[in-house]
């Protein structure tokens, strides 16, 4: 991390490999002091960009996984009532004192805390339509007001904000034009290379070629209904080299096809591929021309 011109900048880190213009859009929202929304395929590293780039700057994260049921209120606090009447009926705790039993959420908490934080607003795109409309004032002010007590929680540090969505759902225009936008492309081979040597450092050169000719082959058969991603990528090496296979083994096969496929459909035109006397492509320009090395 380095702070030029008044910013702090990201750099990447040794456990997340990031592109340039990936870089370059994490920094341009940490100095506009703007939210990032990050798109891509599952498995393309949105969830994990965030954790780096607390890591790179050095900040503390906190992690907002937003689910269907998801308000974009509990973000900011809940006013725990059940407690507090219970409280009241056992004669426990102080009910007097309503700030007792306001519960900050993820937005609150960065807002409220000393230390300038990461937060990650995770699959904002699971909620309904309403949700990121719901924040819009609160990102673009960091404040809210405890309707409860007129407290006023005004962050005392820009948090930066990384929101990340899988597009099931459009996002409203209001809340886009208040983002930095980034599309996590699906990585090429020679990226997706220095990816996989984060998590399987020194792999056998011969052997992460087949692996990733298979790979690319895979994810370009046109009727696949469910393409495997990066994440599935490296769960596929671990179990290849736990289990021992041979590189030959691999060239002509393809082991363990339950960590890429993930539907049976697709698992059954492969074994239809299989048994007819087609060959799996085991070089690089059996890939077309859009993969010579
Ligand atoms: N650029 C990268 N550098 C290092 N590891 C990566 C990268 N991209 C993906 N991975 C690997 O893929 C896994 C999945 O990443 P992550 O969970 O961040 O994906 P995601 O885009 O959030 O997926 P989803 O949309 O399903 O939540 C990571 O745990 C990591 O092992
Ligand atoms: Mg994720």
């Given amino acids: 991390m380095t702070e030029a011109n008044g910013f702090q900048r990201f750099q990447g880190t040794e456990g997340y490999i990031a592109s340039k213009p990936l870089i ?161 492309d699906f990585p090429e081979p020679d990226l997706m290379k220095e990816i996989v040597d984060v998590h399987h450092k020194n792999l056998d050169a011969t052997l992460l070629d087949q692996v990733l000719i298979k790979f690319y082959w895979l994810r370009s058969q046109r009727e696949l209904r469910k393409k495997p991603s990066t994440s599935e990528l490296i769960d596929w090496i671990a179990v290849l080299l736990r289990s021992g296979v041979t590189n030959k083994q691999v060239e002509e096969h393809l082991p363990f096809i339950g960590t890429l496929l993930k539907n049976e459909q697709d698992t059954e035109a492969l074994s239809q591929f299989e048994e007819s006397d087609s060959k799996l492509p085991s070089s690089w320009s059996e890939l077309g021309p859009r993969y010579q090395q």
């Fill in 24 to 184: 370059d859009a994490v920094n341009c929202a940490v100095a506009l002091e703007r939210p990032l929304l990050v798109k891509g395929e599952p498995g393309t590293g949105k969830t994990l960009l965030a954790q780096h780039v607390a890591a790179g700057l050095g900040m503390p994260m906190e992690h907002w996984h937003i689910k269907s049921t998801s308000k974009g209120a509990e973000g900011l606090y809940v006013y725990d009532t059940i407690q507090r009447l219970n409280d009241a009926r056992f004669g426990e705790g102080d009910v007097k004192d309503i700030r007792h039993y306001i519960k900050y959420g993820p937005l609150g908490r960065v807002f409220a805390a000393a230390e300038r934080h990461v937060l990650l607003i995770d699959e904002v795109d699971k909620a309904d339509v309403e949700f990121p409309n719901d924040l819009l004032r609160e990102l673009d002010e960091m404040r809210f007001t405890v309707m409860e007590t007129g407290d006023e929680i005004s962050a005392k540090e820009r948090p930066v904000v990384i929101i990340t969505s899988n597009n099931e759902k459009e996002l409203p225009d209001a809340f886009l034009r208040r983002c930095v936008f980034h599309f996590i």
